[in-house]
């Protein structure tokens, strides 16, 4: 078996999370406030999912969404 | 006495190994023998010059609704296309009772870009189960179907509206296990999910809504019977892909599964993500996952005219709101009035270089039939005006009804296109067949592999090139005695000259029911097809009667 190497860290939702879910989970170590903020700068692609109806950011989290705990890994 | 005796023709026999001169053999749909072949057949074709292949396999199609209408998917049995897949991106047409057929259709407009009124006035809704739908496309079924069940109408199936909304209960996904053994029992070949589609009313597929537990227990029964998981990733982003592919892959050795996402397009600004993904991808080979990024042969093109929604638009929400909701009227109203029109230009300031490369492909009226082949920076020379203004002056004075062509916007370095395609781990798909008909022509997408990428750029060899979209592909869908010429497979077969295969120029041709129109691409240097041992194409007959058969077949 092959070994991975390491990629972005990321989560899958589970059962009624929120970004402040995530957050306590994710980041013990964070405050809570600046934990969200950082989950949804890192997130982006959940955050700012425009609703044409409403057109604002701050989507609810999808079950199936991948939600990024981490930034981006520098380059190599 | 054979069926069919194809003589003198360069066998290329899908397997990858050197092609070699041969005739080839065929009785009761089977390949019977290859060598020299002294006896007569019903059937004889002189492929001197030209190579003899196993038909070709596209796994990544959305014919779902064409087969209702057209058991041939024209064009892509011309194509030499002898197998296709549709019910990708967690879109199929069954099971689906009636109370959801319009939010079917509506999500198939949104994603897939097929007109509302081809079905209205083609398809007769007399089908609700899987098995129902299998039966009614095989009536007229010239090509052979490996179709796939979509996972967001397996969830309206089993949850109705709430599949919109919700995660689903314990009691709804054993339901759901229920439905999708009893569609892979009737001939389905794997179930397809979507996380990034967005229905009609722009709000996230209900496949969006389910969690990853509800996604294991389906992909569980997927392997009781090794059959395929498709999804659509985030392919946008090389991260969420990665996250994806990982995710299929846990799915893949878990399960003991098949997996593939689509698309992976590679363009000048993404090299480094798309080396990351393919770096992930052969990790998870190693391990023993099978996750198969698609690849698709051709650049993208798109085309669009202002009277139906373009996907060119959807990142400016003006534009797309007014595409997607607004009516005939409504559209033109807002091109006439001054402010509205300053804001649209405003939004669509990023696609600033991009409007005088634009092409005027179709009119409908004499006074501009000129200006036909002009690119939006001539005709906006010509008239002092700027590119944008000009587009939205052509489309007043069209009623609507002017074609743009935006050509080679992305996925064309035949450079790093070409490494892709020859890497081992790419499987060649994604065409996307039978979809967005007004956006682009699905349809050639193996010509231009074996005109383009084999014979202009050498990409790859003829053989290792029919490899990919024959065998390899049959043995990744696991699709049985399909994919090879040998003695005892099943005879699908296109011949076709290696000299000038290719795909034929973008046409806009009126064979869509209901009056309506598409982009398709005739083939070219294909000289015939065969399904089944049977002629369903020729270059000289046109389309003839074949019987396609529902792969990869009944269970067991």
Redesign the interface.
Known sequence: MGELSRVRRSILPMPGDGWGEIARRELPDVAEADAVSRLQSWNLHVYMRATMRTGGPGNPILPSDVIFVEPPLASA | MYDLVIRNGRVVDGSGLPAYRADVAVKDGRIVRIGHVAEGARRVVDAAGKVVAPGFIDPHTHFDAQLLWDGCAKPALSHGVTTIVPGNCSLSLAPLRAEHRMKLVGMFNQIEEMPLKAFREGVVWDWETFAEYIARIRKGLAINVAPLVGHSVLRLWVMGDAAMER?ATADEIAGMQAVLRECLDAGAAGLSTS?VDMDE????VP??????SE?DALAAVLGEYGRMLQIVP?FY?A??T???L??LAELSIKHSIPTTFSPLFVNADNI?AVNRVM??VD??????ARVWPQVQTRPIDISFCFAVPSLLFIRF?GW??IM?FGSHEEILASFRDADTRAKLIAEAAPLAALWPHLVLRHVKFDANRALVGKTLGEIAALRGVSPVDAMIDLSLEEDLDAHFLAASMGHNDDAEVGRLLAHPRVHVGASDGGAHILSFSTYGDTGYLLGHFVRDVKALTLEAAVKKVTSDTAAIWGIPERGLLQPGYVADIVVFDPATIDRAVEDYVGDVPGDGFRYVRASSGVDSVFVGGALAWSAAEGYQPAQGEILPGLAA
């Open positions: 995660t996380y009313r722009l709000l996230p496949s969006r809504h389910a969690d990853p996604v985030e982003d991260d969420l990665i996250a994806r990982d995710q480094d770096k992930r990790e998870q080979f190693d391990r023993g929400p797309y709101r997607r």
